[in-house]
């Protein structure tokens, strides 16, 4: 049987309660798989696993407990080696690494941060503070709305505002709230947020990280601000991807590179049709590329969790569709890319 694995740590760390149960349905239970000083947090894996919404909570509830009462190297969902001997192969050959990432990282937390912009009041921000765009929508309400012409290079300016105002945003709220975080990370961007930075915390700095996020919100009310922690250090199991944010005198963390998993989501503009066939034939391409694209899906996927959260679909309505949204996302993930 093949063998899941949640999360590195010592070999001292406790026992998770028998309450908590791993991935798989019914949820498999846990075990401490030790070789040395390491051990790893494991479960047999269940066939046919995917990633449901109820198997990746499953995965953080059990990161959650594991971090609540030790150091641990939290690994993403679906790590899953081919027995117990290859983990602890592993464990073997990388055991110094691992020590020193525990050492590294032992009382520290993660807490995420993902702003956003609340469409109404950025757009009353950037009107009160642009005096051209104020003038020509003035202009154009004078003239019963203005040309087309007028109107469209409107939209233009309100848009590269408003884009201007969301780099700043962005920069304003990693800046704002690095100086009680140990190193910082920069998330993969997403047509969903202007930001998305996660902070590596002192457990003694979280009470001056969380008041700082109170002052960001006051201070900048066209923001929504979306705070996850305290977590486990998802983001700086690695020293690479993450960058260290300096004496706290002077703490400016270094954007990293990071390539996003979820890009722009393309939508075909699709306009009544006349003609060839072969027209007709790229479009309903298009349209299928689009149906399987993996971006597409994960945004889909976004959009069904924020109907679930909402109370608009309930939980029986929520597992079929996401159950559909997985079966494209694998057809998607399995199709040769396009040639160039």
Partial sequence: MSTYVYAITASSHPTLSSAVGGVGDPPRQLRMLKQGDLAALVSDAPEGLRPKRKELLAHSNVLAEAGAV????????????????????????????????LTALDGKVEYNIKASHAEEAVLHRVLSENPEIRSMTEANRQAGGGTYEERLRLGEMVVAAIKAQEAEDATDVQHTLEPAADAVSVGPESSGWLANVSFLLDRGEVETFLTAVEQLRKGHPHLELRLNGPLPPYSFVEPG??????????????????????????????????????????????????????????????????????????????????????????????????EN
């Fill in 241 to 338: 991807p993450a960058e260290p944010a300096g004496p706290r005198s002077a703490r400016r963390a270094r954007r990293s590179e990071a390539v996003g998993l979820v890009g722009e989501v393309l939508l075909l503009p699709f306009a009544p049709v006349r003609g060839s066939a072969w027209v007709i034939g790229q479009v309903l391409n298009e349209a299928e590329r689009l149906y399987y694209d993996p971006a597409t899906v994960r945004a889909e996927l976004a959009a069904l969790e924020e109907e679930l959260t909402s109370g608009a679909i309930d939980e029986e309505e929520f597992d079929r569709r996401e159950d559909e949204l997985l079966d494209r996302l694998e057809i998607g993930l399995a199709r040769p890319a396009p």
């Fill in 70 to 101: 030790g150091c641990v190297l939290p690994l993403r969902f679906g790590s899953v080696a081919p027995d117990d001997d290859t983990v602890a192969g592993v464990l073997a050959e990388r055991a110094e690494h691992y020590k020193e990432r």
